[in-house]
């Protein structure tokens, strides 16, 4: 496999430096991508560079994951309009170990000569001293190179300006591809677009510190055809962690992607090859309704992320809110995952000790709870046969619902019409 074609038609090639392709071709090289931990979980937004490092140890080279324990403690000014919180020790280390988890999802840490590894630069970094890293590293590189970046012009030009500490991000950085370069052979540094700058600052030390050759590959930045941001909905990152985005909303995040979008994620996020993928347009363009490319996206990111039965569980409850599964599905799941599965709907609470003693449905819907907003009105709906509690719809006003009723012994779902849900929670 050829790691830049295959970047090509995927349509996530960038930028590269002369001679990297060819360098290449030649045989195994080792490359590296560096990670945010600023969180101890990874986002959409960082598996695009995921994907860049699983094409590159297919392509038989040998991926490097750095996550910035010491340039998290700095802050990247690439990209940003103000400067970043800095974190400390501890934080970081809880986030290193929350990222390295995930990518031992997607990259093989055990596979001979072109094992994947990770590393963490505040290994480097953290007996290096001020002194030693004007002499050894500061002195290579002139201001005036430094100034002439893109990301240090548009922060100097804005309103906040950018403190010393942001200004040096790039010399570290930089100083993290000489140090891999010098100790793991690494001579590739790969990255977001915004990161050519970072990059090449990398290059330019290596060859003017170690008299070496070193090179550089940034990948498009991705972006969505309505002009918002990749990655977030209305509750902020999707998260690949499912303590932070259940695996439902997770799916669900996917399945809805537009269908101009879905064509570009179905290469960019998935290992499906060329054939295949040109097989789901075909399906897609003759049967658009049938959302077939969101459908086999969906499918294949969620399992990568969450295993297989968490992709069944995110189906059965697409099927619960949308379709005809039984409401003893609920059953399937525990306390959090059936109010992750209504995150976003209105819910209420209860007294357990008044649904113990038994409420009926008008008191219920319009007394203890306010999915009504008057009790006529709950009565009205009831008789015409529009108000359903777990799937059932209530035969008259008068009818009662008690601990019995709950779902797990704690919920009870109820439906005005089809599609407007409400959850009701017994404590």
């Known amino acids: 496999m050829n790691f830049v074609e295959e970047l090509r038609w995927r349509g996530m090639l960038h930028d590269i430096m002369p001679g990297t392709e060819e360098l290449l071709n030649k045989g195994m090289v080792s490359g590296y991508i560096g990670f945010d931990p600023t969180a101890d979980s990874l986002h959409v937004g960082s598996l695009a560079q995921i994907m860049t490092l699983i094409h590159f140890q297919r392509a038989g080279h040998k991926p490097y994951a750095l996550v910035g324990g010491a340039t998290g403690m700095v802050g990247d000014p690439s990209g ?219 499918k294949d990111i969620t399992i990568r992320v969450h295993g297989e039965t968490e992709y069944e569980k995110a189906i059965k409850s697409s099927e619960f809110l949308f379709g005809n599964t039984g409401i003893e599905f609920l059953n399937e799941l525990n306390s959090d995952e059936v109010i992750g599965l209504f995150e976003g709907v209105p819910n209420f609470k209860v007294a357990l000790t008044d649904i113990r003693q038994g409420i009926n449905a008008v008191d219920l819907l319009a007394a203890n709870t306010a999915v009504f907003p008057s009790k006529g009105e709950a009565k009205k709906m009831i008789q015409g046969g529009g108000v359903a509690i777990n799937k059932i719809k209530i035969p008259s006003a008068e009818t009662t619902y008690s601990a019995d009723s709950l779902i797990n012994d704690r919920f009870l779902v109820v439906q005005k019409g089809k599609k407007n849900y409400f959850l009701i929670i017994a404590e």
């Open 80 to 298: 940003k309009s103000a400067e970043r919180n800095l974190l400390s020790e501890d934080v970081l280390e809880k986030n290193l170990a929350g990222i390295k988890a995930q990518l031992e999802k997607f990259l093989d840490f055990n596979s001979g000569a072109n094992s994947a590894q990770m590393v963490n630069n505040f290994d480097w970094f953290k007996d290096f001293t001020f002194l030693d890293f004007i002499r050894e590293v500061g002195k290579h590189i002139t201001v005036n190179y430094m100034m002439a970046k893109d990301s240090v012009k548009k922060r100097l030009e804005g309103e906040t300006g950018m403190s010393f500490t942001e200004f040096t991000y790039q010399l570290v950085q930089g100083y993290d591809f000489y140090y891999l370069w010098k100790h793991e052979n690494c001579a590739l540094q790969m990255g977001g677009s915004d990161q050519w700058g970072n990059i090449v600052t990398g290059t330019e030390l290596v060859r003017r510190k170690g008299a070496g050759e070193a090179f550089a590959l940034t990948t498009q930045l991705i972006k969505k055809s309505d002009g918002t941001k990749f990655g977030k909905s209305e509750g902020g990152n999707i998260w690949l962690d499912a303590t932070k985005t259940s695996p439902y909303k997770f799916y669900q995040f996917w399945l809805n992607t537009s269908d101009d979008d879905a064509k570009a994620y179905i290469r960019i996020f998935t290992l499906f090859d060329e054939g295949a993928i040109k097989a789901l347009e075909a399906e897609q363009d003759a049967a658009p309704h049938q959302r077939a490319i969101q459908k086999a996206l969906a």
